[in-house]
């Protein structure tokens, strides 16, 4: 009887704010919203000094960008449980691995070729294995990160192999 009663016990389901998933969920979305706020305390350029868009504006994108990006997988989370596991994936380790070689090859070499390679290399990690689409993330990837912080921010990249071969054309 006694067992029956335990049993009972622990198939009734946790409040939504002791699972793990929303906790994780709610520190994220809680530190991106003080991230937010400390925002609008920025100075305004003014527009002689500004190059591109107002410093200010990037940040509150790409915070407004987490926060909905979070709360998707939050939403997701809830439709499909997380499995558990007890030990993290090898792609994983292989990821955190590529960004110190992505560092090394951005300083040493170049920017825009270090973005290639971390793309390729972390899409290969995770599984994918055609090299149509392999070759078509290294190339498109890297040029609308390229445009993006060339034209709409305004921001060059550092010198570098492949850089300084499109800032001297």
């Given at each position: 009887m006694n067992n029956v009663q335990k049993q009972k016990r622990a198939n009734k389901s946790l409040p939504f704010f002791f699972k793990d998933e929303f906790k994780v969920s709610f520190i994220i979305i809680f530190i991106s919203i003080v991230l937010l706020i400390s925002t609008f305390t920025f100075d305004i350029v003014p527009p002689i000094l500004n190059r591109g868009i107002q410093p200010a504006t990037f940040p509150k994108g790409l915070l407004?960008?987490?926060i909905t990006l979070t709360s998707i997988v939050y939403y997701l989370s809830i439709k499909k449980p997380w499995d558990i596991k007890k030990?993290?994936?090898?792609?994983?380790?292989?990821t955190?691995?590529?960004?110190?070689f992505f560092?090394?090859?951005?300083?040493?070499l170049d920017f825009f070729l270090a973005i290639s390679l971390l793309s390729v290399f972390v899409s290969y990690c995770w599984g994918e294995r055609r090299i149509i689409y392999l070759t078509l993330v290294s190339i498109i990837f890297p040029i609308i990160v390229f445009i993006f912080f060339e034209t709409i921010l305004g921001l060059r990249f550092p010198p570098g192999i492949i850089t300084n071969i499109y800032y001297q054309v």
């Amino acid at each position: 009887m006694n067992n029956v009663q335990k049993q009972k016990r622990a198939n009734k389901s946790l409040p939504f704010f002791f699972k793990d998933e929303f906790k994780v969920s709610f520190i994220i979305i809680f530190i991106s919203i003080v991230l937010l706020i400390s925002t609008f305390t920025f100075d305004i350029v003014p527009p002689i000094l500004n190059r591109g868009i107002q410093p200010a504006t990037f940040p509150k994108g790409l915070l407004v960008l987490i926060i909905t990006l979070t709360s998707i997988v939050y939403y997701l989370s809830i439709k499909k449980p997380w499995d558990i596991k007890k030990k993290l994936p090898q792609p994983f380790f292989l990821t955190l691995l590529s960004f110190i070689f992505f560092i090394i090859i951005s300083k040493t070499l170049d920017f825009f070729l270090a973005i290639s390679l971390l793309s390729v290399f972390v899409s290969y990690c995770w599984g994918e294995r055609r090299i149509i689409y392999l070759t078509l993330v290294s190339i498109i990837f890297p040029i609308i990160v390229f445009i993006f912080f060339e034209t709409i921010l305004g921001l060059r990249f550092p010198p570098g192999i492949i850089t300084n071969i499109y800032y001297q054309v």
